[in-house]
């Protein structure tokens, strides 16, 4: 490795001086040999001959224009400037991944990649990195870790466009290996964006959240009727037997809810597994739709079910197949029973990638979703009226774990909607 001294200077390393006669060898003797040739002809005199021989000698163990001379003027000692950068360090930062930024040892930017300029459009070569990193906390560990010549790390945020956070790795490099200085040659400030983890931790909390309150609401519901039953309403047996309907049916909710949240973690512990099993989707709606026909006829509405083929089999989990139809079939009957129909089709298609799939659309001409529903709908406890999902007994799992069925299926649900004219959801699965 090159030494410096304090003042970034090639210093007296005997082994430095070595390594460049050793790079220069070829050049030297070529130089000898042509010089020899020159003197023993006469063209040259010894003194001339000796006397440019000693000139090349002096160019090379100063070093001038090689890379490590490169890196020489990017560890310049001058306060004021870096002058230039080394196309080794360039390439790497470059390579990286995650934003990095290079800084000399007066905190003056000496590289970064395109990432860091993402970040920090401002960032320019030579001009302090403050100008460009105007997070007080980042700048400060900067400015320490130049002085100690130890690594810090720093977390930030920022607001603005949009909320991101970053983990800040201050790493000083002692290129130089000068032992003299605490203070370091290079300085390497590696971001990295945090975002999808704190968007992944906030989903959790507000999961928690969200089921904690699902599951409170019913629970209040029945110990708020137990304290009646055991006090006021003790001896009224009207009132106890409306009263154990409702508690009943509260009963039953926790109960789907619980179970809707179990099927939700267990598809995604198995998200990584593609079921295999032959499932058979025109038998599947089939039996869907049968099991649904009181709720149906309860609505006024008709199921029309059209397949294109008399069976559709696709590899995967017949229960959870059954699943996703049962939430379509359901949805459609419950939020677009105002249409009074829900049709269903069933077909076997070639895909854009030329496989052949199965394609099953379950549409109602109901009441529909306005447009700025559609992106969230699949999220879990995502409703668009709370009430009238309750009032349906709903939980606000369903396309969630639809949309989680289908992509462990790895298929895909596509919805379509117009306000006031009703749905279609559309399943496609590989055959
Ligand atoms: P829920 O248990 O509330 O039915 P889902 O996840 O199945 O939960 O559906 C989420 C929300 O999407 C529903 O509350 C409803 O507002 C809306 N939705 C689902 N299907 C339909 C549909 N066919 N027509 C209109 N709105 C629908």
């Known amino acids: 490795m090159t030494a410096f001294d304090e003042h970034g200077k090639a210093g007296k390393d005997p082994g430095q001086w070595k390594s460049r006669l050793v790079a220069a060898r070829p050049v030297l003797i070529t130089l000898a040999l042509v010089l020899a040739a020159l ?123 949009v909320e991101r956070w970053f983990d800040v790795h201050i790493i000083p490099v002692d290129i130089a290996g000068d032992v003299r200085t605490a203070q370091a040659s290079l300085m390497l400030i590696t971001f990295h964006d945090l975002t999808p983890l704190r968007r992944v931790e906030e989903m959790r909390a507000d999961f928690v959240a969200n089921a904690s309150h699902e599951l409170r609401t019913p629970l209040a519901a029945l110990s708020g009727f137990i304290d009646t039953l055991q006090g006021p309403a003790r001896d009224d047996v009207a009132a106890r037997e409306r009263f154990m309907g409702i508690m009943k049916e509260q009963a039953s909710r926790m109960a ?80 677009g029973a105002a249409g009074k129909r829900v049709d269903i089709t069933l077909d076997r298609r070639e895909s854009a990638d030329g496989r052949d799939e199965a394609v099953i659309v379950v549409r109602d001409y109901g009441q529909g979703i306005a447009v700025e529903h559609l992106p969230r709908l699949t999220e879990r406890f995502y409703r668009i009226d709370v009430g009238q999902s309750r009032a349906e007994g709903g939980t606000g799992l369903g396309l969630a774990l639809v949309k989680h069925i289908i992509n462990r299926h790895r298929g895909r649900l596509t919805l379509e909607s117009t306000l006031g004219s009703g749905a279609a959801f559309t399943v496609r699965l590989h055959i």
């Open 256 to 335: 789907r809810l619980i179970d809707d949240l179990l099927s939700l973690s267990r598809i995604e512990l198995n998200a990584h597994v593609r079921p295999q099993a032959p499932v058979d989707l025109v038998a599947v709606v089939r039996q869907v739709a049968d099991a649904l026909q009181v709720m149906a006829a309860d609505r006024h509405v008709t199921i029309a079910i059209q397949a294109s083929v008399d069976r559709l089999i696709v590899p995967g989990d017949r229960d959870e197949l059954t699943r996703v139809f049962e939430n379509l079939i359901e949805n459609a009957l419950k939020y």
């Open 39 to 161: 003197f023993a002809t006469g063209a040259l005199s010894l003194f001339q001959a000796l006397g440019a021989y000693a000139v090349v000698l002096a160019v090379v163990l100063v070093g001038r224009g090689s890379t490590v001379a490169t890196r020489e003027v990017l560890l310049s000692p001058e306060r004021n400037r870096t002058r230039t950068s080394d196309p080794l360090v360039d390439a790497v930062v470059a390579g990286l991944p995650d934003p990095v930024i290079v800084l000399d040892r007066n905190s003056r930017v000496v590289a970064f990649n395109a990432k860091a300029s993402a970040i920090a459009p401002a960032l320019n070569r030579g001009e302090p990195a403050s100008l460009a990193l105007r997070v007080p906390e980042v700048v400060e560990a900067i400015r320490t870790a130049s002085a100690s010549g130890k690594p810090r790390h720093v977390e930030f945020s920022e607001r603005v466009p």
